[in-house]
């Protein structure tokens, strides 16, 4: 140790300085959102070719029936790891060295902090506001901010609760209406049989918090101006709180099994969880439980008949094709991005091949989703339950730029009310508390409202 | 041996100083080869000081400088503006204040003091036994100890949570039908199950560092022992263990570390178990911090942060050990 003299102590510690003073110069964001000038299509003759990341099985498939049809835009597609298990980090990363795709697959709920890394193209000024009529309207609103839209919608999970008939007639129910029946079942249910539930409530998985919150009417977040107004404690949200601290202090849901776990799966399978509300896409996932083929149907989701500005059902997941800041070909790619979500040949494709969500599209649900399903008894629930789903949302529900941040800190806090620390109602109330800042500690201003 | 040798310096003729170029420049040749000698180590070093630089130094110094970088916006997505610049010590300030970042580094600690000594004293009984004179096939046993830790972790996480999750786990099962109920993945069980993961992954990997040191103790050392009349456990106790302490302390300070860094394993079961939030671990709060909240500067704050810990931890552990040597 000797050797380490203090004068080499110094020099390094100068060293380090300088490197500090250079490097905090670098930052991880880009410029601000560009909000003028467009870069016009290209000439005619020119081949455009483009670059599609996304999550989606099988896309270069669909992408390969538009490449057909359209020598002059060639769209390749190059999957990335579904959302925040890595494809926003590659994304992210991306825009912070100024390269990346021209579309990218970016969910509903995560555009606006696609924004805050400016890195999506105000898709307004590309000719989105001709075709915006065709989407479903909530899904349109969910992406507009600041007078423009920034992103194409692309599936979405208009929600709905499959259930087993067999399990829920041997304590003499249906499918339940509202919240109170579904509470009255959960109860029957788990006192028939304490190893089965209704449901499974994810408690680390916020999202079906929220979406029940925002069919409650709730709205948690509002731009206005410059600033973000959050009021996540209003009486919608604290009625769907109170309703699920319940059902959570009855032990009549089970929080264990989060859906899509593979211990939920089990248990699907065993008979012991008699239903699931979730989005449309839910569907697909179910079909993987062994020794439930068949049993199960479907029914519109629970409804708060006792809260008067509730909506008959609310968004779980959705995702959208957003074209990216760094798009040499905004106009193509946006091109390419509507044929895929609107017509009847771009929906038919991204369900056979990618299993998308929900079709964005108001007038075409798909072929494949107007017949019924063997899976579900050939009930034809496309069209008698979801259809008329994607319609009853709450149109004034925004994603704040840190939607994941307040579902993670929600999500942190909901795992201590399974051990007794809380409630949910505290919960979201203390989480509120903890917004503001948040949005401070990104540089943004907000206040509470509530 | 002459022949190769011949054939190597032969080979040097061609990149100039050829054979016969030490003597052609007899004149020149004090100074000359007094500079090469001073130069060769660097350019010897060079190819590993260009990486080590590259990919450590400046890493190291980029992510302490992020740590002291905040970002500024005005509007609602920093339309009107946004700027980055030194935000003095707010990232670590934010680190701190944060509960559930303070309370990842008390669980990983209470973690480490419970798993590191379960797990070195398993890897001593074991590297003794193995190593013992009654030990039969101590080369297959070796090898089957060691194996867990040929496995990475993701994978192993993976393994060990089909055993620990309700409906698929014959363990669960088979305590079931005794009617014991166990939950592995509950908010008071699963750091523990965690550990078990762990101490089956690195145990048999403690247990050959030790082992290599018990094999570098001489013979007689042995003999002269059992001539006085020490027994299996007398020489365990009296003679091996004493001599084994430079590779336990060496196997204790890098558990230390890695307990710190405790990532994968509570990363993989978080999506069976609803008891790991997303700050469990200090390393997984750096995670959260970077790749969900997108907030490369409070990441780089807390990474930091576990690095000092574990400098200090490893400093500290190490300073009593030595001072215990020394009375």
New interface residues.
Partial sequence: MTTLSRRSLLRGGAL?AA??A????????G???T?TGTIPPAASGEVVRLQYWAWLKDLQQVCDVWNAQRPDIQVEAVWIPGG?AGG??KL?AAIAAGSGPDLAQVEMRNV??F????GLVDVSRYGFDQVAGQYDRALVEQVS??DAAWAVPQDSGPMATFYRPDLLEEVGAGPPATWAEWLETARAVHAADPNRWLESF???DTSVFLAYASQAGAVWFT?ED???LVNMTDDATMAVARHFDTAVSEGVVN????PY???WF??VG?G?IAALTSGSWGDALLEGATGAEGLFRVAPMPVWSDLPGSYGSSYLGGSTAALMAGSEHPYEALEFATWMTTSPEGIDAMIRYSGIGWSPATDYIGAARQEGSEFFGGQAYGTEVFAPAAQEQNLDWTWP??A??VM?GL??RF??V??GGTTMVDAVAAMEGDVVEIFR????SAEVVS | MSAPTAARSAARGPDGRGPGGVGATTPARGRGRSSAVRRAPWMLMAPFLVIFTLSFLLPIVYAVGQSFTRVERSGLFGEDGTTSGFGGLANYRQALEGTAFVESVGRVLLFGVVQVTVMIVLATVLALLLESASARWPGAFRTIYFLPYGIPGVIATILWSFLYVPGLSPVVDVAGLLGIDVDFLGPSTVLWSIANIVTWAYAGYNMLIIVAQLKSIPGDLYEAARVDGAGPLRIAWSLQLPLIRPALLLAIVFSIIGTLQLFAEPQVLQSVSTAISNEYTPNLAAYNSAFNNNDYGVAAAQSVLIALAAFVLSGLFLALTNRKDRS
């Fill in positions: 380090g490197g500090l250079g490097l905090a110069g670098c930052g991880t964001v410029a601000a959102p909000t925040n926003y980090q992210f606006p902090s924004l805050l890394q400016s901010f600041l994810p408690v680390g731009p410059d600033r973000w929080t264990s099994l989060a776990s593979p211990g089990a248990a065993d012991r730029p840190i994941q941040q993670d999500g942190d795992r201590t399974v051990t500690e990104k540089g943004l």
